[in-house]
C-alpha cells in the first residue's frame, strides 16, 4: 500500500505540453521527470532521485498513528518528504491537526457528503 500514486513505478501524469511527472498535484514543469518530444522520451536524469526512495509510506510515526486525519493526510506529501525529510520540522510547521487545515478539513467534509449519498442510494 501507498500513501500516494507518486510513489508508484508506473504512475506519471502527461501535462499538455508533455512534460511527465510523478505528482498528481504539483504539475510545474520545474517537477517533471521527462518530456515528451518527436524524437522520443527526453530525461531529466538529475530530478529521478526524487522518486528512488519508497520509504515514506511504509514508516508510521507516533505523532501520526492515532490520528483521525491520516487517511487523508498520510503523513504529508510524498514529495514534500523528500523536500524536508526532517519530520519534527513537518510536525512544528505543517501537521494539518495541529495547524487545523483547511483543505484536510474540506477533504472530511466532502467524503462526509459522498458518504452520505451513497447511503441514501441503498
Not at 506519471?12 to 504539475?27: E, H, M, P, Q, S
Not at 510524498?78 to 495541529?98: E, G, K, M, V, W
Request: glycine share 2%; aromatic share 14%.
Amino acid at each position: 500500500m501507498v500513501a500516494c500514486p507518486f510513489e508508484l513505478e508506473n504512475n506519471w501524469v502527461v501535462r499538455y505540453d508533455g512534460y511527465l511527472t510523478k505528482c498528481t498535484v504539483g504539475i510545474e514543469k520545474e517537477r517533471a521527470l521527462a518530456k515528451l518530444t518527436k524524437e522520443g522520451i527526453k530525461l531529466f536524469p538529475e530530478r529521478f532521485l526524487i522518486t528512488t526512495n519508497k520509504e515514506f509510506s511504509t514508516k508510521l510515526y507516533a505523532h501520526c498513528k492515532d490520528c483521525e486525519l491520516l487517511p487523508f493526510c498520510w503523513q504529508r506529501c510524498t514529495y514534500q518528504h523528500y523536500l524536508n525529510p526532517d519530520f519534527n520540522s513537518f510536525i512544528a510547521n505543517q501537521c494539518p491537526r495541529d495547524k487545523d487545515s483547511w483543505i484536510i478539513r474540506r477533504q472530511i467534509n466532502q467524503t462526509k457528503i459522498r458518504y452520505r449519498k451513497e447511503k441514501l442510494k441503498k
